[in-house]
């Protein structure tokens, strides 16, 4: 069954240091991966996604995540974190159907920002 | 840009009550799906919808969940009888035709059952 792990809970980093998110996926084929983002009280934002080809992706905001495929990950960076970074981060796997993807999320990590 | 639009942001509701939850998808998408997440939780697959049926539903989305695309523009989910356990926060999300399109969220209806 296909499934996403984010093995980190909370994480708080300080303002202009780099961050790292980890994920873990397990899914038979080749994964549609994303990360999406969610401030309080607001929905979610795609930060970045992983369909095929290069395995660095680059998204919004000064994010980026690689694909490891040895290694079942996608894990998110960030060179130098901002205050407004502070939100909790989800990484998704797309359960491909025909022409759409059912999106399976990790439980999240809450970030926060320290000054 | 163009963005997923959910009304209204708060729902309070008595238990046994019907409510509906209504979406406006972005205005060239063809998918839409509903997804929730209980407080302090992950967010969960509810439904997904295409060509005015049902493409997947999980185990979560039974007999007192429905959904409807009532016109051209409005997609809801209407909870016949609602539980405590409903209360939650409900996404909509819509994407584009192809499995490399991303879904695209509203901002969600927090759901609150009595």
């Known amino acids: 069954a296909q499934s996403v792990t984010q093995p980190d809970i909370h994480i708080t980093v300080s303002e202009g240091a780099s961050l790292e998110l980890r994920c873990n996926y397990s899914?038979?084929?080749?994964?549609?991966l994303f990360w999406y983002v969610q401030s309080p009280g607001q929905g979610l934002q795609l930060l970045l996604k992983y369909f095929s080809g290069d395995t660095l992706v680059q998204g919004i905001k000064g994010f980026e995540a690689e694909f490891k495929r040895s290694q079942s990950s996608f894990n998110l960076r960030k060179p130098s974190v901002h205050w407004s970074d502070a939100a909790e981060y989800f990484c998704?796997?797309?359960?491909?159907?025909?022409?759409?993807?059912?999106?399976?999320f990790g439980a999240g990590t809450r970030l926060a920002v320290h000054p | 840009e163009p963005e997923v639009t959910q009304t209204p942001s708060h729902q309070v509701t008595q238990m046994g009550q019907e409510v509906i939850l209504r979406c406006v998808p972005i205005?060239?998408?063809?998918?839409f799906y509903w997804y929730r997440q209980i407080l302090g939780q992950k967010v969960e697959f509810l439904v997904s919808f295409y060509n005015n049926e049902i493409s997947e539903k999980s185990e979560i989305f039974d007999d007192q969940f429905s959904v409807e695309r009532p016109d051209g523009s409005n997609f809801t989910l209407k909870i016949r009888s609602t539980k405590l356990e409903d209360s939650a926060m409900y996404f909509c999300?819509?994407?584009?035709?192809?499995?490399?399109?991303?879904?695209?969220f509203g901002d969600g209806t927090r759901l609150s059952i009595l």
């Open positions: 205005s060239n998408h063809l998918y």
């Open positions: 999300a819509s994407s584009a035709l192809g499995r490399n399109q991303p879904q695209h």
């Open positions: 899914y038979g084929a080749t994964p549609y």
């Open positions: 998704a796997v797309g359960a491909s159907f025909g022409g759409y993807n059912k999106l399976i």
